[in-house]
C-alpha cells in the first residue's frame, strides 16, 4: 500500500555546515524522494574579477588566492600562466619545476579535504576528515616553508616564484611524501573496502559521459565517468610534458568513482613531485627584474591559459590593452560549471544521497561565486 | 553484506587510537607533576616539598606552561619590523601594496637635498586591520628597509589601534621575518631566538667601506 504524500518544498543552506560555505538549494520533495532542486548561489561574491580590472598584474596574484581557498597554489599557477602566455615571458627553469611540486602538493591537499568532507557528508562524522585534514596539515607546514604562509601563499610571480626553497624544505617534503602515500593507504584500508561507503556510495548519483561532455565538465568528475582528458596529458603546461604519469579512470561515474579517482590522484601526484624532485637543477627561480619588471605592461592583445586544476579545468582569461592593469579578466571557474550538473545527479534520488552526491561533486564556494 | 571491510577499518581506527596526538595545544599546555617541576627548574621531591599547594595542582591536572609555537622562519606574521635608518622614504612598499594601506608623508629634510640621502619621514602608517599579509611591500622595498615581523599576537579591542605608526615600528623589537630576505637564511638568523639591533645587519648587501663609498659617490661624479 503506497502512501500518499504531498511533495514539501524545503530550503537548505545557506548556513548549512554541509554546504561547504554558503550555498543554498531549494529542494522538492516527494516523501523521500527529490522532486526538484534549484540551487541559488552568489552568497560569496566578491567580485574578483572586477577588482582586478584596477590593480598591476602582480598585485592580482593575491585575488587569486581567494578564490579557491583550498587550492591556492594551482590558482597561481592558472593566473601566471595566462600572464606569461599576454606578456610573453620566459620563465626560469628552477621556478618552473618549483611551482609544479607547489601545484602538485596543494592537489594533494585539495582532494584529501575532498575525500574528507565526502565521508563527513556520508556520516562518518569526524573520523576520516580529521585523518585527511592531519595530512593537510602537514602540507601546510612545506607551504609555510616555502613562502610563510599556509593558505594565502601567493608564491608564485610571472617567471617562477618569488623565492628559492630553503634548505630544510627538501629533507622535510621528503619525509612528507612518505607520510602521504601512508595516509593515504591507510584511508584507502579504512574506507575503500567498507561495506557502508559501498552501499551508500555505489550506484548513486550515475551520470552517463556524453552528458557530463556536453555540460562542459572536467576533473575528476569526468575521469571517473571513463573520459580520458587530462590537461596535464593533453595540453602540457610548464613542463608536464617531461613528466610521466598514469591517468586515473574509472567507469561507473557514481559517487565511489568519484572518491575513488581522487584517492589515487593523490597518490600519482606524490609520483610527480618525485620526478620533479629528480629532474630539478640549482639555478635562478625567477628572471631578473630587467627582463621581467615589477610593473608588466603586456603588449595589448588577450591570452586564455588553462591548468588541470583540482577541480577542473581552470582557465584565465585576459584582456590588455597595453596599461599596468588588465582590461578584463574572466575565470573559468571548474567549480561553477562541475555545478551545473547537479538538477541531474539529484532527480530521483533519495533525500538522503543528497549531501553526499554534493559532496562528490567537491565544490569550492569562494570559487563558484568568486 | 558485511565482510573484512568494517574489521580492516576497526583496526585503523584502533591505531590511530593510540598513536600520539599530533595536536599542539596553545598558549598554554597542561603538565603533570614532572612537567611542573621541570618547568620550576627543581626535581620533583623538592617541588613536592618546597611547593606543595603547586604540585597538587599539578597532580590533579591543572598545572599549565606555555608552548612555543613551532614556526618557520619566512613566516608573514601580522606585523612589520622597520629600519628607519635604511629608508628613504621612497614609497615604493605604497605604491606596491595592493589595497593602499601604506600611508607615506615625507619632506626633503633640508633644502638642498642631494641624490642618496633619506627624506624625514613625517607619517608612515600601515593599517593591519585591511593588510592581508602578501608581502609585495617587503619585496618592493629596494633598501630592505621593512621587513614582515613574525608575531602573530596582536588582536586588539578596537579598528583603530590596528594601525601601526611610526612610532610603534621604531619601538618594536626587530624580529624580520625571512620572508623574500635570503640574507637572513644565508646567515642562519632564527627571529624566534634573537633581534638585530644593527642596520647594517639586515641588508642584503655586503657592507662597503669607506674608501668604496666614497669612490661610488665622490670620485666617479
Known sequence: ?370 | MIGLGLPRGFVVTLKNFIRPPVTEQYPDRHVGLLGAAKEAGMNPFQFLVKKPADSLKAIAGLATVPVAVKQSPRFRGNEFTYFEDRCTACASCAKYCPLGIIEIVSVPGKIDAQEGESYKLEVFDIDIGRCMFCGLCVEACPYDALHMGTNFERSKYVRDELVITKEELFDAPKRPSAFYRPQFEEKGFDPFKETIEDFHDAGRHEQKTYDELKKKWVDER
Open chain 1, 1 to 370: 500500500m503506497a502512501i500518499k504524500t504531498q511533495p514539501v518544498t524545503v530550503n537548505l543552506g545557506p548556513q548549512h555546515p554541509s554546504t561547504h560555505g554558503v550555498f543554498r538549494m531549494r529542494v522538492m520533495f516527494d516523501g523521500e524522494e527529490i522532486v526538484d532542486v534549484e540551487p541559488i548561489f552568489g552568497y560569496l561574491h566578491r567580485g574578483s574579477e572586477k577588482l582586478a580590472e584596477e590593480r598591476t598584474y602582480t598585485q592580482i596574484i593575491t585575488l587569486t588566492d581567494r578564490m579557491d581557498y583550498v587550492s591556492s597554489m594551482l590558482n597561481n599557477q592558472g593566473y601566471i600562466l595566462a600572464v606569461e602566455k599576454l606578456a610573453g615571458i620566459e620563465p626560469s627553469p628552477r621556478g618552473v619545476w618549483l611551482r609544479m611540486i607547489a601545484s602538485e602538493l596543494q592537489r594533494i591537499a585539495s582532494h584529501l579535504v575532498a575525500t574528507g568532507f565526502l565521508l563527513q557528508d556520508l556520516g562518518a562524522l569526524g573520523t576520516p576528515l580529521i585523518y585527511a585534514m592531519r595530512e593537510r596539515e602537514n602540507i601546510l607546514d612545506l607551504f609555510e616553508m616555502l613562502c610563510g604562509a599556509r593558505i594565502t601563499n601567493s608564491y608564485l610571480r610571472p617567471g617562477g616564484v618569488f623565492m628559492d626553497a630553503p634548505d630544510e624544505f627538501w629533507p622535510a617534503l621528503d619525509r612528507g611524501l612518505d607520510d602521504i602515500v601512508n595516509t593515504i593507504d591507510e584511508l584507502e584500508t579504512y574506507l575503500s573496502g567498507n561495506e557502508i561507503v559501498f552501499s551508500r556510495t555505489k550506484g548513486t548519483a550515475v551520470l552517463p559521459p556524453e552528458l557530463l561532455i556536453n555540460a562542459s565538465i572536467t576533473g575528476p568528475m569526468l575521469r571517473a565517468s571513463g573520459v580520458d582528458w587530462d590537461l596535464r596529458h593533453r595540453a602540457p603546461y610548464d613542463y608536464y610534458d617531461k613528466i610521466s604519469f598514469e591517468r586515473i579512470l574509472h567507469t561507473a561515474s557514481d559517487n565511489y568513482a568519484r572518491y575513488w579517482v581522487r584517492v589515487q590522484e593523490a597518490r600519482e601526484s606524490v609520483k610527480i613531485i618525485k620526478q620533479c624532485i629528480e629532474q630539478i637543477e640549482p639555478g635562478e627561480v625567477r628572471p631578473s627584474f630587467d627582463e621581467v619588471p615589477r610593473l608588466i605592461r603586456p603588449p595589448a592583445g588577450d591570452a586564455y591559459a588553462a591548468i588541470e586544476g583540482s577541480k577542473g579545468e581552470l582557465g584565465f582569461y585576459l584582456v590588455s590593452d597595453g596599461s599596468i592593469a588588465p582590461y578584463r579578466m574572466h575565470v573559468r571557474a571548474s567549480s561553477l560549471i562541475n555545478l551545473t550538473l547537479l538538477r541531474e545527479m539529484l532527480i530521483g534520488g533519495q533525500f538522503g544521497d543528497l549531501f553526499v552526491t554534493f559532496g562528490s561533486v567537491d565544490l569550492n564556494m569562494g570559487e563558484v561565486d568568486r
